[in-house]
């Protein structure tokens, strides 16, 4: 089972405008969401996270909105660049146990921003 | 060394031989963890190394597969008898102490294994 979604396969968008990457979780247990960003023939990486005690996490031209109550995230990029073209995974991980950074990761968004 | 490196970058093998993935943490990193992304599908975690701590193999899909850590550093995972369907991208991540969620993982670029 896809515990964790992201149901937009790609997203392209014009160079400057808001791109907005959106992720849906069924595991009511996730109570920490981060995103990734991945370059081709590179490893995934770290670019935003935030905690369910958060409704909102903004780093620059970044911004991560959590809706608990429809178990959703979205991230938000404005303005959009050419280089922020990649691929982008939705990630999320549960308190308890003691696998701490045991990440389930939805599918990827592929995002093209078009210059 | 300054990020996690994996070896070999590309592995192609036939179908029933054994393969070995080696992947080497960020030096002073004591946490690893092993995820595979098949085509189309996000990363799957397979494996997660804590200090001396038993591993959790919870998402390792059959008894083919196996992993090792040794000297609390370098590990190798290790597919036996590869079938088409291990055919993905195997990505290795390591972390500071691992007893945090709040810490961020760093990856690896991968290695991609096609079975033929």
């Known amino acids: 089972d896809q515990q964790v979604k992201q149901n937009s396969p790609s997203l392209s968008v014009q160079e400057g405008r808001i791109s907005i990457l959106n992720c849906d979780y069924t595991n009511s247990m996730f109570d920490y969401f981060l995103w990734y960003k991945k370059y081709p023939a590179e490893g995934p990486t770290f670019l935003i996270s935030i905690s369910s005690i958060k409704d909102k996490n903004e780093d620059g031209r970044f911004t991560v909105f959590l809706n608990k109550s429809a178990k959703h995230l979205s991230l938000h990029i404005v303005p959009s660049q050419p280089g922020d073209s990649a691929v982008y995974f939705c990630a999320a991980s549960a308190s308890g146990g003691t696998s701490y950074g045991k990440l389930t990761f939805g599918q990827g968004t592929i995002l093209t921003v078009h210059p | 060394g300054a990020g996690v490196s994996q070896s070999p970058s590309n592995k192609v093998t036939e179908k029933g031989k054994d393969v070995e993935l080696r992947c080497d943490p960020i030096?002073?990193?004591?946490?690893l963890y092993w995820y595979r992304q098949s085509l189309g599908q996000g990363l799957e975690f397979l494996i997660y190394f804590q200090g001396n701590s038993a591993p959790d193999k919870s998402g390792l899909p059959s008894d083919r597969f196996s992993a090792e850590r040794t000297g609390g550093s370098v590990s190798t995972l290790t597919i036996q008898r590869t079938q088409q369907e291990d055919s993905a991208v195997y990505l290795c991540?390591?972390?500071?102490?691992?007893?945090?969620?709040?810490?961020?993982?760093?990856f690896g670029a991968g290695t991609r294994l096609s079975v033929l």
């Open positions: 030096s002073g990193h004591t946490a």
């Open positions: 991540a390591s972390s500071f102490t691992g007893t945090s969620k709040l810490e961020r993982e760093y």
